[in-house]
């Protein structure tokens, strides 16, 4: 009977179903396990909660470096530096008398962003609705790739040629006073925004499944009645997560906007004249922080300025996550 126990237990210590480690471990051996295991799941936490401490030290230092561009003074002068910053279209930091109002900023930004999903959320929903329904398989396996490229390329690329090719032709052929100007900026940021909408577009319609299409062809929907009754109502989630992504894509962008917006801070004047110069906030701090004298009003004021585009693109963001999640707890079939 020893003998047969002594047999069990040196073959429990072979390898078991192909793996290497033992069944029966001495107390050496299931210690450093369990060290191991725990050290393991501690490096993965540190390495995952790396970027959630990235996120809260970027907040800290821009509202530690903005804050004094309103609490520096009374509570009334705050306020009253507040409004100023929120109603005040005129941004002279260098003036005799300095005047920091962001309104202009602000609004410059928004219709860039809001003139680039204009020209960019309908193409980017057509080819996405191509891509994922009607496209063969070997197509699509061509055109979503290059159309991913479209992201690889750098933005001073488009800013040069927003400048050097396309002002000059809306100059030329539209008879525009600058070529510089919040359409230029617009058309260039759809173009950069397309391939994040189409690609969470495609990604949304295409999780839908079959099953979802061919239940509508079974009840005598034709491939458009479905595409636009079932796909895009079932997809809207991730469709308004793509937009919400390309948004922040084009409120986010730097270089484009500073070279092809004409860096003129007023709003425009019919409001819907899009041939006017503007200037946006991502373009402001690009231009003014290089010259500026670190601990100065404007130096403030330009983190301000940070924290606005910082606090609108943090919101879009989460509301994109919300959506994004809705759209993967459909694809598992929840509802």
């Avoid at 479209?150 to 052929?173: C, D, E, N, T």
């Avoid at 079959?210 to 079932?230: I, N």
Wanted: with cysteine; charged share 15%; aromatic share 12%.
């Amino acid at each position: 009977m020893a003998k047969y126990s002594a047999q069990i237990a040196g073959k429990s210590k072979k390898a078991a179903a192909g793996f290497t480690r033992p069944l029966l471990l001495t107390p050496s051996e299931d210690m450093l396990g369990f060290l191991s295991g725990h050290l393991g799941r501690a490096a993965l936490f540190l390495i995952t909660a790396t970027s959630v401490v990235a996120v809260f030290l970027i907040f800290y230092f821009v509202i530690r470096e903005s804050a004094p561009f309103f609490f520096n003074k009374s509570f009334p002068a705050a306020m009253a530096r507040i409004k100023e910053f929120f109603t005040d279209s005129g941004w002279y930091p260098a003036a005799t008398e300095p005047r920091y109002g962001g309104l202009a900023l602000i609004v410059g930004s928004l219709y860039v962003t809001l003139g680039s999903l204009i020209l960019a959320v309908p193409l980017g929903l057509f080819a996405a609705i191509f891509l994922s329904d009607i496209a063969p398989f070997n197509l699509r396996q061509i055109c979503k790739p290059v159309i991913e490229i479209l992201a690889a390329i750098p933005s001073v690329a488009y800013g040069f040629f927003a400048v050097m090719v396309f002002a000059p032709w809306l100059q030329k052929s539209l008879g525009f006073s600058t070529g510089t100007n919040a359409l230029n900026a617009s058309v260039i940021l759809a173009i950069m925004a397309l391939p994040t909408i189409i690609s969470v577009s495609e990604d949304a319609m295409s999780a839908i499944g079959r099953e979802t299409r061919e239940a509508s062809y079974a009840l005598g929907a034709t491939r458009a009645e479905t595409m636009v009754k079932v796909v895009i109502p079932a997809a809207h989630s991730g469709i308004l997560a793509a937009v919400i992504l390309g948004m922040m894509r084009a409120m986010g962008e730097t270089m484009v906007v500073w070279m092809a917006s004409g860096n003129a801070g007023r709003i425009p004047s019919p409001w819907w004249d899009l041939s006017q110069s503007i200037r946006t906030m991502t373009a402001t701090i690009a231009g003014d922080m290089g010259e500026t004298p670190k601990n100065s009003e404007h130096y403030y004021a330009l983190f301000t300025v940070g924290l606005t585009l910082l606090l609108f693109t943090f919101s879009l963001n989460l509301v994109s996550e919300y959506l994004l999640g809705k759209v993967m707890k459909t694809s598992r079939g929840g509802k």
